[in-house]
């Protein structure tokens, strides 16, 4: 059984530029959440899909913004590149609505801009 | 919203000493509590959970008990080992929308 899987794993952009990271969730789960995680720090949330659509979003610009298709993957991008978007994305998948059903977490992106 | 304050790291311990790493939450309604480790280079890993007062989670050798009274969840392991050198994070959980609150986390390093 698979987990959940992100695409690629690292990835060198320049500002300014626009940037497209994958996820594919674990197996039979329906949502799917995109974190940030700086170096040194926690993740932050930045937004959750279920159904094909953002059902809720962290404190990020609009230069983010998601998808998710019908076959629950997801994509996360980043538009207008600056350097301190540079930092770890994690891709996290879960069951909707499930009290104590725990978010299973991808190996990330490391997104670096120069 | 939800938020939590995790002791500052690194913490720095033998193999085989007692370790203790406290967590404190707020959260509106009443989320479930988790705890998960970070190897280095790696996504984040489910380490234990509870999902109402008194619930204790464990796995490894590590446990966790939800105190609801003074809202805290704090990881305890009996003795270390060199493999559990990793980061740690307390994150309490919002049910209703599915999302996680993550604190700094903290480091541990565990010497031979």
């Known amino acids: 059984d698979a987990g959940v899987t992100q695409s690629p794993t690292h990835l060198i952009k320049t500002r300014g530029q626009q940037v497209t990271l994958r996820c594919s969730p674990k197996s039979g789960h329906d949502t799917v959440s995109w974190y940030q995680q700086a170096l040194g720090q926690g993740p932050q949330f930045i937004f959750q899909?279920?159904?094909?659509?953002?059902?809720q979003r962290g404190n990020f610009p609009d230069r983010f913004s998601g998808h998710q298709f019908p076959n629950y993957s997801s994509e996360l991008n980043v538009n207008a590149l600056l350097l301190g978007d540079s930092a770890l994305y994690l891709c996290?998948?879960?069951?909707?609505?499930?009290?104590?059903?725990?978010?299973?977490f991808g190996n990330g992106t490391r997104l670096t801009v120069t | 919203g939800n938020s939590v304050t995790q002791m500052e790291g690194p913490v720095t311990l033998s193999e085989e000493a007692f370790l203790t790493i406290n967590c404190t939450y707020t959260a509106t309604g009443y989320p479930s509590l988790f705890w998960y480790v970070q190897y280095p280079g790696e996504g984040l890993q489910l380490l234990l959970k509870?999902?109402?007062?008194?619930d204790k989670g464990s796995n490894k050798g590590f446990e966790a008990t939800y105190r609801k009274e003074t809202t805290s969840f704090h990881l305890e392991k009996g003795s270390v080992q060199v493999s559990d050198s990793a980061v740690y994070f307390c994150a309490p959980y919002n049910n209703a929308g599915n999302m996680l609150t993550f604190g700094g986390g903290t480091r541990l390093m565990v010497k031979p």
């Open positions: 899909y279920y159904e094909e659509e953002e059902r």
């Open positions: 509870a999902t109402k007062a008194d």
């Open positions: 996290a998948s879960s069951l909707v609505g499930g009290r104590g059903s725990p978010l299973h």
